[in-house]
């Protein structure tokens, strides 16, 4: 499984309507082969920031099935006016988890 990281810095004033316009967005990343699930967190310090995790069988599913999708061309009409800058996007394999 593959960890898509990115930290979304969303322009002063849109977060209300960005969290609003990802859950509609959520759709169209979820319907795309190889994906398994995603979270969007924001930042208790600072209340424009917030982190997207995303989870997929492998790296081609985000990289190539999802990027490459008319799926993708909604997701970035619906988020993509809102970062500032635009967020730099890494994927993690994991290497050890630990959990109680």
Known sequence: ?????????????????FESDFAVASQFIASVPGYVGHSLRK????????????????????TVGFRESDAYLEWKKLLHHYYNPFPVVEHYEMVLEHQK
């Open 1 to 17: 499984m593959i960890l898509e990281v990115a930290m979304l810095h969303v322009k002063e004033g849109s977060s209300f309507q």
């Open 43 to 62: 930042c208790i310090e600072d209340k424009n920031k917030y982190l997207l995790l995303v989870n997929w069988e492998k790296l081609e599913n985000h």
